[in-house]
């Protein structure tokens, strides 16, 4: 065979490896319950929870507390089902937490608390137009 063909057959091996790793990697949004499923199979590494802040009848978070050197803190999310769960985050508040919409944690179960890796938030656009009222 020609070289150029080995290095064609090799790159197309690389990308199809790429693809395989990449698609074991995905994974999908789930609720409280599931993740807690999926920690007792085994399973707790990269576990999605999508959800929002726990808020009050003005529509105000509660239940967000900072520790004392404010590098960490805790929240109380709630899931797509209702379930309330506190979550735990190993760094400081990011900007606009408490203003997000919605909230995707990365990280899986410990003992009865969810240790996040990463949050991810959707935040209100800027872009909205602002609703008139008559």
């Known amino acids: 065979m020609k070289r150029s063909y080995l290095f064609g057959l090799g790159i197309i091996a690389v990308a199809v490896i790429v693809i395989v790793s990449a698609i074991g990697d995905a994974s999908s949004y789930v609720t409280f319950s ?5 920690a007792a199979a085994g399973k707790n590494k990269q576990i999605h929870v999508v959800g929002e802040l726990k808020k009050n009848e003005r529509g105000e978070p509660v239940g967000i507390e900072t520790s004392a050197d404010k590098l960490s803190f805790r929240f109380i999310m709630v899931d797509e089902e209702g379930r309330e769960q506190t979550v735990y985050y190993n760094e400081p508040i990011p900007a ?26 959707k935040c209100p656009s800027k872009y909205q137009e602002d609703e008139i009222k008559v």
Do not use: T
């Open 34 to 38: 599931q993740a807690e499923a999926m």
């Open 96 to 121: 606009d937490f408490k203003r997000s919409e919605q909230v995707v944690i990365i990280g899986g179960f410990h003992d009865e608390l969810f240790l996040a890796d990463k949050i991810l938030m």
